[in-house]
């Protein structure tokens, strides 16, 4: 933490290449080095709160020599807030805490304002793909992303994906289905 994390904190006052995308909590880290690797001329920003998630990342990006991701260790809104309009070519929010007790429901992370925000850092024709197994957060979330007038959603009719877009598989998305939940993924356009 003391001496990589330094290195590959993002500068949200740095230029940004094209392509770059943006994972806002990624756990333990396992999907962004995956898409990392799987592409390597992309800039990964990955956006993480919890220490740990950002102590495995590192030791994984030391030990597979990956050299684009930069990472974010603090609150995604806060970054989102400091990025220029337009600037993201994917985004993606895989198994976000589903807050599943009524009165914690104000603290999920999807909500109108969150929908705006990421559709205006998103460039023209970029997606966000998105995904939960906990079933109520997956129908809030997809009454939000559809009624978010600059996001498409991308599956003829509107609903959820049946396979999703190429992804490596989260922990907290197989301790789901350990528990038998189903997953239900979502994936919008920006108009």
Known sequence: MDELLPRLRFDPASPLPSPCWLEIGFGAGEHLAWQAMQNPQTLMIGCEVYRNGVAVLLSQIEREKIANIRLWPEDARDLMDRLPDRSIDRAFLLFPDPWPKKRHHKRRLVSPQFADLVASRLRSGA????????????????????????????????????????????????????LGHRVRELLYQRR
């Open 127 to 178: 997606h966000i793909h998105l995904a939960t197994d906990w079933e109520p957060y997956a129908m809030q979330m997809l009454a939000v992303l559809d009624a978010c007038g600059a996001l498409a959603n991308c599956v003829p009719g509107g609903g959820f994906l049946e396979s999703g877009p190429a992804r490596t598989a989260t922990r907290f998305e197989r301790r789901g289905e350990r």
